[in-house]
């Protein structure tokens, strides 16, 4: 019998991915999705026929007890967040809800269907876990690179619920035996990203810059320095982590780190621009508290998961630009349903 998976944030830019992959490895997948009339459900059921919709919301504790008593999954990825920073500024309660929340919500929502009772052994149940822990965790960081060590120093709403998220499930990992891994990835991107993450907007300013459709790409903090790499290659070490002998963490990212400067240039260059012509810096979209740097040491997922990026940095900027341009050039519009590469 096919392997059963039950991904949350499926209409996600990583609900995607990795419900493609799953499906290559024979997986039945299942995508938990919220709201009675969420046009992204019927976006991702256009890009995703194979994968089978279970109604849930990470704010609704039955609704995830209920999912997976129908499902009976032998995994669950637990993808679903507000994952905008900004927003978890404006929305800070709504991210503690659904970010960090959500999160104990999904395992009890497990430990309750696997009959894994709160005074017994730690004898963990069937289902395996998986977290979308963040490198947003590290905030300030203590140290360059960051590895599964590395302490945290959040400077978000966003990286405050996720580092909870973090240590609810090594908490319910060593209180219950639980299969319960978080995967602390680094930044990562694709033509399936939303528009409000820096790669994205970038990559889809150039594209109407050069088809004449705007004249200038305004951004935030240039000097910020992220480690990108591709969504595709990430959700590969999702899955490898639940098909570990043993439940441990992973630090996911390439181990180089770029600038948004260095990212617009790129992107710009791979359009054949020069970015100093067009990008116009806006003190509005600085943040009350910015995360400088992030850059990842994944040795330990090469040596125990066998995993590597495939995809560089150069790859990636143009791949997104080249895909935007294509969008739009086709007449698509990237916040309607129909237009997701
Ligand atoms: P994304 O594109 O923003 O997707 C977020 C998903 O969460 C959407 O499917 C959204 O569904 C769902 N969601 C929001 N509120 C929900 C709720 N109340 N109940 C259930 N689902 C809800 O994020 P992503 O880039 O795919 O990232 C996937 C996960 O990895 C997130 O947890 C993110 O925080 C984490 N992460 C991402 C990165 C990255 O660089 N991409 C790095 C580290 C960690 P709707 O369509 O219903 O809104
Ligand atoms: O910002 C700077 C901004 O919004 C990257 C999420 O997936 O990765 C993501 O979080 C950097 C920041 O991603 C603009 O200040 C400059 O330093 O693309 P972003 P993020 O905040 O790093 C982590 C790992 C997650 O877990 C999150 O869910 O770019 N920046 N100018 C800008 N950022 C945006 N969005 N827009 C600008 O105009």
């Known amino acids: 019998m096919a392997r059963r998976a039950l991904i949350t944030g499926i209409t996600g830019q990583d609900g995607s991915y990795l419900a493609e992959h799953l499906l290559r490895e024979g997986y039945e997948v299942w995508g938990l999705a919220r709201g009675q009339a969420n046009p992204r459900v019927s976006r991702m059921r256009k890009l995703l026929a194979d994968v089978q919709v279970v109604r849930g919301d990470l704010l609704d504790q039955g609704s995830l007890i209920s999912a997976v008593e129908r499902v009976q999954p032998d995994e669950v990825y637990n993808l679903g967040a507000i994952s905008f920073v900004p927003m978890s500024w404006e929305q800070a309660e709504l991210t503690a809800e659904v970010t960090g929340m959500g999160v104990l919500r999904m395992l009890e929502a497990i430990r309750v269907c696997s009959g894994v009772s709160r005074g017994g052994t730690a004898a963990g149940g069937q289902i395996r876990f998986y977290q979308a822990s963040s490198s947003e965790m590290f905030g300030q960081v203590s140290e360059t690179p960051q590895n599964e060590r590395t302490g945290f120093h959040p400077r978000s709403p966003y990286g405050v619920a996720k580092a909870y998220g973090h240590f609810l499930t090594q908490n319910y990992r060593e209180s219950y035996g639980m299969f319960a891994v978080s995967g602390i990835l680094f930044n990562h991107e694709s033509p399936r990203r939303g528009a409000e993450f820096v790669t994205r907007k970038v990559s889809l300013g150039v594209a109407r810059i050069k088809l004449g459709l705007a004249d200038e790409l305004r951004l935030g903090n240039l000097e910020a320095r992220r480690d990108w790499g591709f969504a595709g290659d990430y959700v590969r070490a999702m899955h490898l982590m639940l098909q570990a002998a043993t439940p441990e963490d992973y630090v996911i990212g390439t181990g180089r780190m770029k600038s948004v400067r260095e990212l617009a240039e790129?992107?710009?260059?791979?359009?054949?621009?020069?970015?100093?012509?067009?990008?116009?810096?806006?003190?509005?979209?600085?943040?009350?508290?910015e995360v400088d740097l992030l850059c990842a040491d994944p040795k330990k997922a090469r040596v125990q998961l066998g995993w590597e990026p495939t995809v560089s940095f150069d790859e990636l900027v143009a791949l997104m630009v080249e895909s935007d341009l294509r969008l739009l050039s086709d007449g698509g519009d990237p916040d309607q349903d129909s237009s997701w590469p």
């Open 266 to 289: 790129a992107a710009f260059a791979a359009a054949g621009l020069d970015w100093e012509r067009y990008v116009v810096t806006d003190q509005a979209l600085h943040r009350p508290a």
